[in-house]
């Protein structure tokens, strides 16, 4: 089995420095110094699937896709300068991304570091909107989506997702619909900046060569509130356990069929580390390159390379999906099926296992060897309240029995959902 | 950087990689490509990295790798100016970040050499069922290529460019030659390759003598007469502007305009061309993005991308049905502006210092730096990061103006409506 202790070399490499400043401003840094680039992440917990809140007394609720239209309008100043022009006078590469749980913006830079931090902190901290702004955005937001709803993978995931889910928000295009982004307005946009772009629901995260004195410096010259903001509450739909469809089909132009198969499993409360180490050992178990199943379907043809299973787990929600590419998509789901069935029977293969949570640690290992997956690492493990020397211990400390529990609890045919993209002709 | 060579025709460059947690080692083999092997060296990676003589099971040789902490092992097929790739690599952790305090890194080669160098074979030939399955797998895979619609707007336009130019032999091979190929026949053209292929072995964070020695000693078993590589021509300026429209079932069109006549280009000339397809529309802040997407919002995304061997510059564009025609027009007058004015200082010195931060940053990234140096081998060139970096910092307004100058429009390419809207 797995050694559980850590090499000397494992641990140095994990080692981070964090400051949680008195406006609940968290800082984590994780020093490179023999690496030339550096990359900082600002990052706030406001994500697509927050779609209700109460702040200052007020209760909101939003239309799908705010968060992803407010990263787009961050870039602009209230000079009319934009950050991206900004960015350009030092080099450094910048951009943004929107998540269910967050929105982050980024930049790599090699040179002026603190300019770079000086950008990155003043116009996520100083949002400026307009309706002729507004009104424009919605445009090219629109292209966007246009460009999403030719992609039938996302359009497979997310029907797979409103299969599963009743209400929960999760089941909503991160960039919302061509008429939901048509109400969103510059007083909305700033509703959203007071309760969610406030120190205290963000984080700055930085790897690479550069110090937490300069970090801390950059933060004291930001000029960021000194006291921390009123606390958002976080409203979600009651979301029952069962799913909300069992079957979609639909067309579009592709060449072969997609398919997805997704499980809606019980929500975690609290930390979720353990159970995130188990659900991503379950999908390489059933279906992984390791398995006896993965190698019979690419045999038979019956899936393509890219084919395995995953899972997604967010505040008020949990699942497993499997899905690929496939000529006869029932029979894939109906061996995936089986295989859930004879796991549960049989018992997981020891052996497998074991070579699963190794290769579990290498990925962990080799992800500290980049700066953004370093920094990336540090973002998403402070807002699920852990550590990424947390996230190796839960692997090193899983056990089998743990993952056969999991396997009985888990992945109810019941609870499952299946998708079908198929061809237009 | 070092390198040097290992037996005849063969190299081996040592790519400094002291500060990464991996190590990694990559086989390439150089040949000149042809539309006759395409197919079958397209295919052979797949039958080769399923298993091997020493593995003999799929499912086993997987698990292996898991054993070797996700060890990444892959190979792939593709076409670089005149010639194809066959490119063999495994990547793994170093030893000092094995549990058990295991040597990895020789495991790694060992394993990488026997899948290239010992297939399993089944009477002097390759395992007819992995021939069978991966002559599916390949079929399928070109038979996808629209489901990605913006790569395929983008290799249609390189087909209608090249035609059968030796520039426009597919990575992928060609679906009506996988049919004919047998187990007998793959094998040959992978024993045709071994004997007369150029092989260029690199390392980042492994010990290159090992390296050396492993792939030096099979290499000796093999009667190896290396070919040189290939050269072909870069198109020249084009004789018309030809349009393209496809119809199909989509919400978002894609546009992609290539336009031609840049000459192969000298040390400075490449810089030149870096420096003025990031202007033109590869930075956040190019003409192409500021003013086709920001000032007209004929699109979603509009991006530039200059390529080295045949002297195109490939626009392409994520454009409403109704706005394409709008759009190619505005994409042309960007380029006509840039081609008669030369750019202001401001302008030309973030493009300079944004070009600086991607390369700077290359260098940490084994991946990244493993691919320049064979890039630059493969064109002949063989110049470090640092040095092309100072070739760009000397760029010139007036040397991108003159770089742009030589281009025109060759090919347009649109995917368009159902309806043909």
New interface residues.
């Given amino acids: 089995m797995m050694d559980t202790r850590l090499p000397a070399a494992t641990e140095a490499a994990l080692r981070f420095e964090e400051q949680i400043l008195p406006n609940g401003l968290a800082v984590r840094l994780l020093r490179m110094p023999d690496y030339g680039a550096v990359h900082a992440i600002y990052a706030t917990r406001f994500g697509s699937i927050n779609r209700a809140f109460e702040h200052g007394g007020k209760s909101v609720v939003l239309p799908a896709g705010v968060a992803h239209f407010l990263e787009h309008k961050m870039f602009e100043n209230a000079d009319g300068v934009d950050a991206f022009s900004l960015y350009a006078e030092t080099g450094a590469v910048a951009n943004a991304y929107t998540g269910f749980d967050r929105t982050s913006y980024i930049f790599t830079a090699t040179n002026q570091i603190d300019k770079n931090l000086d950008i990155l902190l003043s116009f996520v901290g100083h949002p400026h909107f307009t309706r002729a702004t507004v009104q424009k955005e919605q445009g090219i937001i629109a292209q966007e989506i246009g460009m999403y709803d030719d992609h039938a993978e996302m359009r497979c995931f997310y029907a797979l997702l409103e299969c599963l889910y009743h209400n929960h928000p999760v089941r909503d295009d991160i960039a919302g619909t061509v008429g939901s982004i048509a109400e969103i307005t510059p007083e909305l946009l700033y509703t959203c900046t007071d309760a969610f772009y406030n120190p205290s629901n963000m984080a700055l995260c930085a790897a690479g060569n550069l110090t937490m004195e300069q970090l801390l410096d950059a933060v004291e010259r930001a000029g960021l509130p000194a006291e921390k903001a009123a606390p958002t509450r976080r409203v979600f739909p009651e979301e029952p356990l069962t799913i909300a469809e069992k079957e979609r089909r639909f067309k579009m132009a592709v060449a072969m069929p997609l398919f997805a198969l997704g499980f809606k499993e019980k929500p975690v409360a609290g930390n979720s580390t353990h159970t995130e180490a188990v659900c991503d050992i379950l999908g390489e178990l059933l279906c992984g390159e390791t398995s006896r199943l993965y190698r019979r379907l690419y045999d038979e043809g019956l899936v393509q390379p890219g084919f395995g299973g995953e899972y997604g787990h967010n505040d008020g929600c949990l699942y497993h999906m499997f899905s690929g590419e496939s000529n006869q998509p029932e029979k894939v789901r109906d061996a995936i099926l089986e295989e859930i069935v004879r796991q549960r029977r049989e018992g997981i293969d020891p052996r497998q296992f074991d070579t699963c949570k190794r290769m579990m640690y290498g990925e962990a290992v080799a992800e500290l060897e980049s700066v953004q997956q370093v920094a990336g690492h540090l973002s998403t493990s402070y807002f699920r309240g852990r550590t990424p020397a947390a996230e190796l211990a839960a692997i090193a400390d899983m056990t089998l029995q743990d993952v056969e529990a999991a396997l009985d609890e888990m992945l109810n045919e019941k609870r499952s959902a299946f998708v079908v993209v198929e061809p237009t002709v | 950087m070092q390198r040097y060579a290992i037996a005849p025709g063969a190299f081996l460059t040592e790519v400094p990689g ?5 190590g990694k080692i990559s086989i390439h083999l150089i040949t000149p490509g042809s539309r006759e092997n395409a197919t079958p060296l397209a295919l052979l990676p797949h039958v080769l990295d399923r298993r091997c003589a020493a593995i003999p099971d ?2 086993e040789l ?2 292996r ?7 990444d092992l892959s190979s792939e097929s593709y076409v670089v100016g005149a010639n194809r790739v066959l490119s063999f690599s495994i990547a ?3 030893d ?6 295991e040597n990895l890194t020789g495991q790694y080669l060992e394993l990488l050499c026997n899948i290239l160098f010992e297939p399993k074979l089944a009477a002097g030939v390759f395992e007819a ?1 992995d021939v069978a ?1 991966e002559k ?2 390949q079929a ?2 070109l ?5 990605d ?1 913006r790569g395929y707007c983008l290799r249609q336009t390189r087909r209608k460019l090249y035609g059968d130019s030796p520039l426009g032999i597919e990575s992928a091979g060609y679906l009506e030659d996988i049919d004919p190929l047998t187990a007998a026949g793959i094998h040959a053209d992978y024993q045709h390759l071994l004997q007369h292929a150029q092989v260029e072995v690199q390392v980042c964070g492994i010990d290159g003598q090992a390296a050396a020695q492993a792939v030096a000693w099979r290499l000796e078993k093999l009667p190896r007469t290396p070919l040189p590589l290939a050269t072909a021509p870069p198109l020249g300026k084009p004789a018309e502007y030809k349009h393209y429209t496809e119809p ?5 069109g894609k546009l992609c305009i290539v336009s031609t006549g840049a000459p192969l280009p000298d040390g400075k000339g490449e810089a030149v061309m870096r420096i003025a397809s990031a202007l033109y529309g590869g ?3 190019s003409r192409l993005f500021m003013n086709v ?1 920001e000032k007209q ?1 004929l ?3 509009c991006a530039a991308a200059y390529g080295y061997y045949g002297g195109t510059l490939t626009v392409d564009s ?3 049905h109704a706005m394409a025609a709008r759009a190619a027009e505005a994409i042309l007058k960007e380029l006509e502006a840039l081609q008669r004015e030369p750019v202001g200082p ?1 302008e030309l ?2 493009a ?7 390369m ?2 290359g ?4 991946d990244v730096l493993m691919n320049w140096a064979f890039n630059e081998w493969l064109r002949g060139t063989n110049r470090s990061l640092d040095e092309v970096l100072r070739l760009t910092g000397a760029v010139t307004a007036e040397e991108v103006r003159d770089a742009l100058a030589a281009f025109s429009p060759a090919v347009e390419y649109v995917i368009t409506g159902k309806e043909g809207a």
């Fill in positions: 002291d500060k990464f947690k991996r799929p499912t997987a698990r790798l898991f054993a070797l902490y996700g060890a793994g952790l170093k000092a970040y094995a549990l058990g305090g069922d399955i599916d797998k399928d895979f038979r996808s290529e629209m489901n619609k199909m079932n989509t919400v978002q930075l956040p802040t997407r919002s699109c979603y995304y994520g454009v409403e401001e010195a973030g300079k210092s944004y070009m600086r931060s991607i700077d940053a260098k940490d990234s084994p």
